[in-house]
């Protein structure tokens, strides 16, 4: 049996790589060879329905960067335990190989071969309506023993290593996006005497008849949504509400409770391939949304009033998990905005808000256009030469992603 022994990590880009590959058993073995090499690639797969309920598979494979070592060369016999060290470095950046697979180029991918490396990452997705899109970004070590030509007995294995990126602004500027809608009530709680008492059923059917003449009250209900965010940090999230006068007919401005506030991180994953259809040549691309929970707080028995502005980030406590659900019972590393050869990986914030005034409710819901999110560890800069990019979310939902370690301000 082969065996590779590393600290568990996580890595990143520059880090040493060093340990044992290990030979056990307790028969005599002849090698010929003993290697280890260091990886990391990107792979992609679209899967598609086709004809006869026949599936179609697109794929991309974008190599990243591999180095070997040959930890021994033979042939000779062995009896185990045998023990080789090796030590790598992650390199700073790909040295990727394969891009000319891909049909044409695309603003929406990175195709730098020298672009900083990419988080570890894995979606993986089952749909009945549409197509399948699986996504990867692997590094690991592969390790191998072959016996001379005529022998038995070659050996394989595998150890994943996991990769995170940094972000290089240590306390990035809050930027954010201001939305709103309209609601508008119309209710016999709005009349005056009605604030704190039950009509009757009389009072309760004439209002039926009479829909028309209820009081009405319109309201702003406005959320500051933030569009930059830090891994495992406390993110702003800002709610208010502004009477319309104009268009209301109560007396007064009626208060507006706050009774649900449901916080969602928006992930979309796109992903290219090169086609595997006999009728088309281009290259294949999709995507896949889900939403992932950032918190919620049920405010039914704590008679929250709404007002002007209020910080209901700081009230729920919100925060960005390092964490997403991967199915019912496995979690998995969030990774940070970023796009690389074949995979783009964006964000958008979402807020779903349940109010009450008048005891009639309102549903509203929030978005922003894009929400960057930025790696949980911090590097300072060790140059000018890369800094990342900004993405100006409040102006332009199509705005390039940062490469994979952060995006600043500047």
Avoid at 35 to 50: A, D, F, M, P
Avoid at 294 to 318: A, I, K, Y
Avoid at 320 to 339: C, D, H, N, Q, Y
């Amino acid at each position: 049996m082969l065996r590779i022994d590393v600290p568990p990590g996580p890595y990143k880009a520059g880090s040493p790589v060093s340990g044992t590959v290990s030979l056990h058993g307790d028969c005599t073995l002849k090698v010929q060879t003993v290697k280890i090499s260091l990886k990391g690639r990107c792979k992609t797969k679209i899967t598609e329905s086709g004809s006869n309920n026949n599936k179609v598979h697109h794929r991309g494979r974008v190599p990243l960067f591999e180095y070997e070592k040959i930890l021994f060369t033979g042939p000779y016999s062995m009896n185990p335990p045998h023990e080789w060290q090796f030590e790598f470095r992650f390199p700073e950046q790909c040295e990727a190989s394969g891009l000319n697979q891909f049909q044409s180029s695309s603003e929406m991918f990175n195709e730098d071969q020298h672009q900083p490396l990419p988080a570890s990452f894995s979606h993986v997705t089952s749909s009945f309506i549409g197509a399948d899109v699986d996504a990867f970004v692997r590094y690991e070590l592969e390790a191998a023993l072959v016996t001379p030509p005529g022998s038995r007995g070659d050996m394989e294995i595998t150890k994943l290593l996991i990769l995170k990126t940094e972000r290089y602004e240590q306390n990035p500027e809050p930027d954010s996006f201001f939305a709103s809608q309209r609601s508008v009530v119309q209710s016999l709680y709005l009349a005056p005497g009605y604030e704190h008492r039950n009509p009757t059923f009389r009072e309760k059917l004439k209002a039926e008849i009479h829909s028309s003449k209820l009081p009405k009250a319109q309201h702003v209900l406005a959320a500051l949504l933030p569009t930059v965010g830090v891994i495992g940090r406390r993110v702003p999230l800002t709610l208010g509400v502004t009477y319309d006068e104009d268009y209301s007919t109560t007396i007064s401005a009626p208060r507006v409770f706050l009774r649900n506030v449901k916080v969602r991180l928006v992930s979309t994953t796109t992903v290219r391939c090169i086609s595997d259809s006999l009728w088309s040549s281009d290259d294949v691309s999709d995507s896949n949304q889900e939403e992932l929970p950032l918190g919620e707080q049920d405010f039914n028995d704590q008679n929250v009033e709404l007002t002007d502005r209020m910080d209901v980030g700081e009230l729920m406590d919100l925060k960005i998990m390092a964490r997403e659900a991967f199915g019912s019972l496995t979690w998995v590393p969030l990774v940070p905005s970023f796009k690389t050869f074949n995979i783009v990986r964006s964000y958008r914030f979402k807020v779903y808000v349940v109010t009450e005034c008048g005891k009639k409710k309102s549903h509203p819901e929030f978005t922003s256009p894009n929400f960057v999110l930025l790696a949980e560890d911090y590097s300072p800069p060790s140059g000018s030469s890369f800094a990342g990019v900004l993405v100006d979310a409040e102006n332009d939902d199509t705005a390039i992603l940062p490469s994979y370690k952060t995006a600043i301000k500047s």
